[in-house]
C-alpha cells in the first residue's frame, strides 16, 4: 500500500499532465481562464427578436411538427426560436386543422402544445400571441396558458402600439376626460388603442356568426337530401358525432362538418331491410353512445373491427392510434362464409379528416359478394362510390 505522500504526488502528477494535454488541444486549461461554457457558441436565438422561418424537410409533414411541439421541452436540442418558428409555420395555411385526429378548435389544438416552458423574447411572443390568438375559438386565456403567461400579458401583447389592456386603456380615457378643462375629451394613444381592439374584437365575433351560420345551413342541406328508395341489406355509417369538448363558448367549432347530437343520430330513419348487418364507425369516446345508436335504429350489437391508424394521436388516458367499426344486426341475415372474412384489425394510415379507410368498401363487398348498389348503402357519405348507393352531406347523386 503506498504512503498517503505518493499517492498525492501522483494525483498531482495526473492532473498537471492532463493540463498540459489539454492546452495542446486549444481546451481551457481550468478555472483561471474561466468556465467552459464561455467557449460555447452564443445562443443569440434564443433571446433575438428575430426567429429563422421554419424550413421543414422535404419528408417532414405538419404531422411532424406537430408531434414535436406536443413533446417540444423534452426534446433535446429545441428552443424557443425553434418552437415558436414551427408553430408559427404549422398555424399558417391551416396546416394545424389537418393534424392528429384532427382540430377545428384553435382552442383544442392549443392544448396540445407544450412550448409554455421555453423563454420567449418581448417581440417573439407579441407576434406569436397574436397569431395564435387569431385561430378560431381561441380566447386570450387560452392564449396566455399556451404560451406560460398571464391573462394580463396576453391582453397587452395585443394591444397596438404596445398600449396597455383594454379595460385600463378605457380607465385610462375615462380619467383624462374627468381632468380635461370644461369636460373636455381627451383621445389618448391608449384611448384610441382599446378602440381599435374592440373594433377588432367585434369584426372576429362577425366572423364566427358567419361561420356558424355556414355550419347551420350545410347541416340542414344534409338532413333535407332524400333518402335514395328502398330498403338496404348493408348499412355502412360514419355519423357526425358532436364531441362535448368541441364547443367554445356558445359556438359549435366544427368547421370541419357540421356535427349532430346524439338525440338526432339516435332519431335518423335508418332504411334498414328487415334482415340486415350494419357496419358502424365510432371512437373510443363515444363507444357508449354508438351502443345507444344501435338499439335505436333496431339492431342488435355483434363484434367489432379495429383500425390501427399508424398515428398516435392525443387522449386523456391513452394517447389514440384507433378507430372502432361496429358490427349489428336485424333479422336472419346470413354471416359471411369462412373464405370472406377479413381480419378484425384494418392498417391504414390516417389519411384527412374523419376520411376513413378505403380498404373497409374492398372488404365489405368481398364479405357479402352477391350485394350490389341495390342492396348497401353508405350513409353520411362524404364522397360517391361506384356500386353503392349513397346519401350525405357531401355525396354526389
Known amino acids: 500500500m503506498k ?18 494535454d489539454r492546452g495542446r488541444m486549444g ?7 474561466g468556465p467552459m461554457r464561455k467557449q460555447s457558441e452564443p445562443t443569440k436565438a434564443i433571446s433575438s427578436p428575430e426567429w429563422p422561418e421554419h424550413e421543414p424537410l422535404k419528408t417532414e409533414t405538419p404531422d411532424m411538427v406537430w408531434g414535436r411541439l406536443s413533446e417540444a421541452a423534452h426534446v433535446h436540442g429545441y428552443t424557443g426560436a425553434r418552437a415558436a418558428s414551427a408553430l408559427e409555420w404549422l398555424v399558417e395555411g391551416d396546416r394545424w386543422t389537418k393534424v392528429g385526429p384532427g382540430f377545428a378548435d384553435g382552442r383544442v389544438f392549443l392544448s ?22 387569431a385561430l378560431p375559438g381561441v380566447t386570450q386565456r387560452a392564449v396566455a396558458k399556451a404560451v406560460g403567461v398571464g391573462h394580463g400579458t396576453v391582453e397587452r401583447d395585443l394591444a397596438p402600439n404596445g398600449a396597455i389592456g383594454i379595460r385600463k386603456a378605457a380607465k385610462n380615457q375615462s380619467n383624462e376626460r374627468d381632468l380635461a378643462p370644461n369636460g373636455a375629451t381627451s383621445l389618448s394613444q391608449s384611448g384610441s388603442a382599446a378602440a381599435e381592439v374592440a373594433e377588432a374584437e367585434a369584426e372576429r365575433q362577425a366572423t364566427e356568426g358567419r361561420r356558424e351560420e355556414d355550419r347551420q345551413r350545410k347541416r340542414d342541406e344534409r338532413l333535407s337530401r332524400p333518402m335514395p328508395e328502398g330498403k338496404f341489406k348493408l348499412l355502412y355509417a360514419d355519423p357526425p358525432w358532436q364531441y362535448e369538448y368541441t364547443k367554445a363558448e356558445s359556438r359549435a367549432i366544427e368547421n370541419q362538418y357540421p356535427t349532430m347530437s346524439l338525440e338526432e343520430i339516435c332519431a335518423f330513419k335508418a332504411p334498414a331491410a328487415d334482415d340486415a348487418v350494419l357496419f358502424l364507425w365510432a371512437t373510443s369516446p363515444k363507444l357508449g353512445d ?9 339492431f342488435n350489437y355483434r363484434t367489432c373491427a379495429v383500425w390501427d391508424k399508424g398515428v398516435i394521436e392525443m387522449g386523456y388516458y391513452f394517447r389514440q392510434q384507433h378507430e372502432l367499426l361496429l358490427v349489428a344486426k336485424r333479422g336472419d341475415l346470413p354471416t359471411p362464409e369462412p373464405p370472406n372474412r377479413p381480419s378484425s384489425v384494418i392498417y391504414q394510415r390516417r389519411g384527412k379528416h374523419s376520411e376513413k379507410p378505403v380498404v373497409v368498401y374492398e372488404l365489405l363487398a368481398a364479405m357479402y359478394p352477391s350485394f350490389g348498389a341495390q342492396d348497401r348503402i353508405e350513409l ?17 347523386d
Open 3 to 20: 504512503p498517503k505522500a505518493e499517492k498525492t504526488d501522483a494525483i498531482r502528477e495526473m492532473r498537471e499532465r492532463a493540463l498540459r
Open 27 to 33: 481546451l481551457p486549461s481550468g478555472k483561471k481562464q
Open 112 to 133: 396540445t402544445i407544450n412550448v409554455k416552458e421555453f423563454r420567449l423574447s418581448l417581440e417573439m411572443r407579441k407576434k406569436l400571441v397574436k397569431k395564435l390568438y
Open 290 to 298: 354508438a351502443m345507444k345508436v344501435i338499439e335505436a335504429w333496431g
Open 380 to 396: 353520411f357519405s362524404r364522397s360517391s362510390r361506384e356500386n353503392w348507393t349513397t346519401w350525405g352531406n357531401e355525396a354526389k
